[in-house]
């Protein structure tokens, strides 16, 4: 009787290189895909420097006011004579809330203007938007 030789058992190897490939990989994709998801209605203004919280909602009403004064609704240019009858129809209820996207150099009075009017056109809570620091 012919006895056979036990087989050697190579353990098994776990390589860390490429899974830390792919996890890279995963990390960038969700970075762009998370930053093209953005849906913010404002124009690029210069914004003064402060803290807030993350905004959840997914389409808020922005109110722009930009350095040389001008006006606009999403996106819309509207004066400040014809800014509440354009906000009232975009304010469903009471509870929205109303952006506002102020250029650091726009003039104070004109900003609380704006805010004055769209209060008239039933907005109750404002939020600020700054740049983060």
């Known amino acids: 009787m012919k006895l056979r030789k ?6 098994g190897r776990i390589e860390i290189i490429p899974m830390i490939d792919v996890m890279f990989f995963l ?25 807030a919280a993350t905004l959840t909602r997914d ?4 109110l722009s006011i930009d350095a040389s004064s001008h006006v606009f609704v999403n996106h819309q ?39 004055l009017q769209a209060r008239a056109a039933g907005g109750q809570h404002f939020l600020i938007a700054v740049a983060h620091e």
């Open 6 to 11: 036990p087989r050697i058992q190579r353990k």
């Open 27 to 51: 990390l960038a994709t969700f970075m762009l895909a998370s930053l093209s998801m953005q849906n913010l209605n404002a124009l690029k203004v210069n914004l003064p420097q402060g803290q």
């Open 59 to 62: 389409t808020p009403v922005t």
């Open 77 to 115: 240019p509207v004066t400040l004579a014809t800014l509440a009858a354009t906000l009232r129809p975009l304010l469903h209820d009471s509870s929205e809330h109303i952006v506002v996207n102020a250029d650091n150099l726009a003039p104070q009075g004109v900003v609380v203007q704006a805010m």
